[in-house]
């Protein structure tokens, strides 16, 4: 299994203790932002580098603004140079 950045397991982190703060099971406040359980497990759990779409959704359910959510400037460090998905070359004219 791939290890993810820090700065996903802080999001990662960050929206469980706030999900738990609500009262809310993994599976209602899933429900609740209309994503898979199982997804959102994976989401909690650092797995995944989610969109801001997703984000904003969990934000939402969580009665906050999605910055609230985000890891200090400190933890910000090593990020990929670009994406993991090699562009695809164009197609000459």
């Known amino acids: 299994m791939q290890i993810q950045h820090p700065a996903i397991v802080s999001v ?3 929206i469980r203790s706030r999900r738990e703060a609500s009262g809310h099971s993994q599976e209602e406040f899933a429900a ?3 994503l898979d359980r199982a997804y959102y497990s994976h989401v909690e759990r650092g797995r995944y580098n989610i969109t ?3 984000l904003f959704r ?3 359910g969580l009665q906050c603004a999605p910055g609230e959510l985000m890891p ?3 933890a910000l460090t090593n990020l990929p140079e ?3 998905a090699p562009r695809r ?3 000459p004219a």
């Open 52 to 54: 801001l779409s997703v």
């Open 12 to 14: 990662a982190h960050a």
């Open 58 to 60: 969990i934000a939402r």
């Open 89 to 91: 070359p164009r197609k």
């Open 82 to 84: 670009r994406s993991k």
């Open 72 to 74: 200090a400037l400190d």
């Open 32 to 34: 609740v932002v209309g």
